[in-house]
């Protein structure tokens, strides 16, 4: 017997949207994972509202559905698409839906949904690690160009001499320049 896939990258995997601040998941989605029709998924929730408080699932706003509509995520409300303003789950909403449902793909779709917002939590975090690693870099650079800066102008005067005061300390090929001087002059 062939084991479900409860890894996120499951081929009915559902798609975590931001709304209002939240990561939700859109009824169609979990009611193809819990392997029901939507208008059956939807007329479960309203049966057991109670168990739905405005943290677990709420329903979009036409702004909402419209933003939704604009990134293709459902199909319009011309040719067949939806009439109803869609409902989405947070993931404590996902996993209530599936005890409402009592089915065992319902049960079994419930670990997957829950390990698909916990892959999504982590993702998250990596990123904000390497957000924050990324900044820490940025600084360790910008005390760098500083400290090179002061460097360089240290150095400009050394490589660029001024003509007019010469070092009172000249050594070297400034007394050999000094002596052909003196013997152009004899001749």
């Not at 739905?52 to 706003?61: E, G, H, N, R, T």
């Not at 509509?69 to 209530?96: D, Y």
């Not at 999504?120 to 360790?140: G, S, V, Y």
């Not at 490589?159 to 001749?187: H, V, W, Y």
Request: proline residues 4%; neutral net charge.
């Amino acid at each position: 017997m062939a084991k479900k896939n409860n890894s996120p990258n499951h081929k009915h995997s559902p798609h975590i949207y931001k709304v209002r601040g939240r990561d939700v998941v859109l009824d169609q989605d979990l009611a193809k994972l819990y392997a029901v029709s939507t208008s059956a998924f939807n007329q479960a929730i309203k049966r057991n509202a109670a168990r739905f408080p405005s943290d677990f699932a709420f329903q979009l706003d036409e702004a909402e559905f419209t933003h939704l509509i604009s990134q293709n995520v459902t199909s319009k409300t011309t040719h067949g698409g939806r009439r109803k303003l869609p409902w989405v789950f947070t993931e404590h909403g996902a996993i209530m839906a599936a005890t409402v449902l009592r089915s065992e793909e319902a049960t079994s779709m419930s670990v997957y949904v829950v390990r698909a917002f916990v892959a999504m939590r982590e993702e998250l975090t990596a990123n904000t690690k390497i957000l924050q690693r990324i900044a820490e870099i940025d600084h360790k650079l910008l005390e760098h160009d500083f400290v090179l800066q002061d460097l360089i102008e240290q150095l400009l005067p050394l490589l660029n001499p001024s003509k007019e005061g010469s070092c009172p300390n000249s050594m070297g090929f400034q007394a050999i320049q000094e002596s052909r001087n003196k013997e152009e002059d004899m001749f």
